[in-house]
């Protein structure tokens, strides 16, 4: 009897088990949604990654017809070329090495101590993230340049002569570099502080290991991954910076540079040649981060465990230097953003010679608003960078659907690989890639060219920053326990029903914060849009340099403020959203 009672609930069991297993997401009679992914993962891959650079690829490995490495042979033997590859490479590591030493005492000074006012200086020391390079290029000239606030300052003040400093060269671009790309460093590093486990520090306390000890050996490893992220996030920002080189990089060449005026002048074939090679290097330099990290020297991952709270600075001279630096610190975060704000209430031609504008007007303002050429690059950066992360949030639910799947590990790896190609490369490299590919008559597209046509630029931000999205979506959809669509799939949903009530709730915050965070880099988008923008596409960045060229600054510090206050907002709401997910 008890073996006929226990029978057949054992078959049921087994019939239940082999229906979800059917049923469920990782299985295949979930190749419906599967087979839509592919196809589309692989036409944005071929179109937007694959073809393009193997047309910049093969293009400048042909001379006169025929297939040759005279465009390398010809362009590598040019000093000019060669110099720009040494100041590119030299300024990058440079710049890594700054951002570094300022980025990492900085998270372990507002992670593990607390002391007056540091949630306010540990917010003003990520303010550089929300300039945008062209903006806080504008913002740095106005306030460092040989003829801003502070060169004119020190120079009444000191009775000289001349400017007592000039903002050109390899100081400028590291000074500048510094300032903007050490949050990279800062919050990566931050953010590491909070994983690891604090225990392990004690032990080696206890131990009897001093305090460098603990931090090389045990501290620094478990950093290693965030140590690592940021280093690659900040040569690649470096090596593709242009706004600070065109501005005030003075005698110093650099390829982004390079390629730009090579375009000008029409020499197709050196700026093809100098864009493979700008590629090949923003490329070997993501493989060498990634085996590095691969190689497992280091501890690749923080262990669970309790973290260390944060010490107080109990010491009456201690607090007070912590305090003094910080609003020290503080001052030097935000003066270039100041100086924005009081420029772009400047008039126009009353700040010459003297430190300060010496008339103040909301013309500006009413320019930029009433002016129906002057405030259509607001709509167009907005509903470029809109279309560029709506589609990439729409694909980045593809590419996760197809990470997410068991097996493969080899072509998940390569997909990945993909995916962050155009990350890698320089905005320039994209857009001349794009550029070449499908400004004349294609395999791909037919007879119908993209350059010159308003999708253009949508369609190079999309590629640019697609990477940020399909990074979010699939962080999020790793952390969804595989049993929640198990349970559904066996209660009989079908896949869009199990997608749309059980994984989309649950990757959405995720995803949003992703999508605001590539929609806000779009909108200050400059390297890009200044190769292969057009009139009817005009963003707001090429609008400030328009501005610039034709000296009217308060107009362009206007502009830049909007697009701050713009990217603040948005950036806000990213947070909250953020928070919620928390």
Known sequence: MSRERLSPPRQSHHRTSGGTAANSPRRGVSLSPRLPAILTTAVVLLYGVIYPNFHV????????????????????????????????????????????????????????????????????????????????????????????????????????????WSLRGWPALLLFHTYTMYPFFYVLTGAGLTRIDAALAEAGKSLGAGRVRVLTRILLPQLTPSLIAAALLTFMTSMASFSAPLLFGGGVRVLTLEI??????????????????????????????????????????????????RKAIASGRSRAVAIACGVLFSLILVLPVATLVLVSFAREGNWTTQTLPTAYTVANYLKIFSDSRANEVFLNSLSMSAIAAGAALVWSFSVATLLALKGGRKWKRLLSWLILVPWALPGTVVAVSLAEAYGQPSLLLGSFILVGTFWILPVVYFLRFMPLVVRAVQASMEQIDAALEEAAASLGARWWQRFTRVTLPLVWPGAVAGTLLAFVIALGEYVASVVVFVPKNRPISIAIASELRDFNLGTAAAYGVVLMLMIGIIMTMAARVEHRRG
């Open 260 to 309: 730009y005026t090579a375009r000008q002048r029409g020499d197709a074939s050196l700026a093809l040649t100098e864009t493979v090679i700008l590629a090949a290097i923003s490329l070997s330099a993501l493989f060498f981060f990634q085996r590095y990290e691969g190689t497992r020297k280091f501890a690749s991952a923080a262990l669970k465990g309790s973290t260390k709270p």
């Open 57 to 164: 690829v093969v293009a400048s490995l042909q001379r006169d017809g025929s297939w040759s490495l005279a465009n390398y042979s010809q362009a590598l033997s040019q000093s000019i070329v060669l110099e720009s590859i040494v100041a590119s490479v030299g300024i990058s590591v440079l710049t890594v090495l700054f951002c570094a030493a300022v980025g990492i005492p900085l998270a372990f000074l507002f992670e593990r101590y607390t002391f007056p006012a540091r949630k306010l200086f540990a917010t003003f020391a990520a303010l550089p993230l929300v300039l945008p390079p062209l903006v806080g290029t504008v913002a740095f000239i106005f306030l460092c340049g040989e003829s801003g606030i502070l060169a004119r300052l020190v120079q009444s003040t000191l009775h000289l002569e001349q400017s007592p």
